[in-house]
């Protein structure tokens, strides 16, 4: 079996029998095609041809090309899960992967905002533009549930229950969870799907809460490139992304003394230890503070 041919399996064998998102089986092809094309340089053809010193050579190349460990270490699981799919169907006896370790990952926090910031932002409606207006709701949402960007632009009509004052989320994984969503969310919510939506609509329909000018729903991209005007309009200078929102939701509920399983829940996080790291971001704003207002910090 070529490597080529290892990888479309793979790929098929990710879209059709496992939970992954489109997005992550496309991230894990990618990857997968990197090795590909390192094996090629190497004059490596065959799946059973590839050695463990081919996959370090692989990461080397990555790490060459400017690739974070981060970066590296996700490219190292998505090759070491086509081996091992590739070692249960019996096209190859020996995993080269087995015995690598991941590349070391210093624990990065997330970039967080301010309340301030995010009050800027979601007061910074201007002119009564439908879009605008649209940008603020979404924005407000974010901060209110701390959903994953793929999340906000594919919800539709059928997963709200404002009545009860909740959302479904279909996550990673397909994983369904309910998140609620606070009073102002809840309203913005309500005044754009009263009066916003339908103009931008007309006499289309959509199933998707958040449309475009076209009737259609937004997609990630346009979302990213929405929000810098929203933050562009609020004088936020701060560099940011639909993630920083999350974060904030997150950071701030941590600050004001929630749960963390409580916002584990909310996060749709699998593992307690990714929400932890927003105990660690709390403890970082409480020591700059410190540093800044205590005479003799």
Request: aromatic share 4%; with cysteine; proline share 4%.
């Amino acid at each position: 079996m070529t490597i080529d041919e290892a990888v479309d399996a793979f790929a098929v064998h990710l879209a059709a029998e496992t939970r992954l998102s489109p997005n992550t089986v496309a991230a894990y092809r990618r990857d997968c095609t990197e090795l590909a094309r390192c094996l090629e340089r190497r004059s490596v053809g065959r799946v059973d041809a590839v050695r463990p010193g081919d996959i370090v050579a692989f990461l080397a190349e990555a790490k060459q090309r400017g690739l974070s460990a981060r970066s590296r270490a996700r490219a190292l699981s998505a090759v070491r899960g086509m081996f091992r799919f590739l070692v249960r169907d019996r096209r190859i006896e020996a995993d080269p992967t087995a015995d690598l370790k991941r590349p070391r990952q210093g624990r990065k926090l997330p970039r967080s905002l301010s309340r301030e910031s995010v009050s800027s932002m979601l007061d910074s409606k201007g002119e009564p533009d439908p879009l605008v207006l649209r940008d603020i709701a979404m924005v407000e949402l974010v901060y209110a549930t701390g959903l994953r960007v793929s999340e906000l632009v594919t919800l539709e009509l059928s997963q709200l229950n404002l009545e009860a004052g909740f959302l479904t989320v279909v996550g990673k994984g397909r994983k369904e969870r309910a998140v609620p969503i606070g009073r102002q969310a809840r309203q913005a919510l309500l005044d754009y799907l009263e009066q916003v939506r339908p103009l931008i609509l007309g006499k289309r329909l959509s199933p998707h809460v958040f449309v475009t000018r076209r009737g259609g729903k937004m997609t990630r991209q346009s979302f990213w490139q929405r929000l810098r005007k929203v933050a562009d309009r609020a004088e936020v200078r701060q560099r940011l992304s639909p993630h920083t929102l999350r974060h904030a939701f997150a950071t701030h509920l941590v600050e004001g003394g929630a749960d963390l399983r409580a916002i584990q829940m909310m996060l749709g996080h699998s593992d307690i230890s990714t929400t932890e790291v927003y105990t660690h971001v709390a403890r970082e704003r409480l020591r700059e503070v410190h540093k800044k207002y205590h005479p003799r910090a």
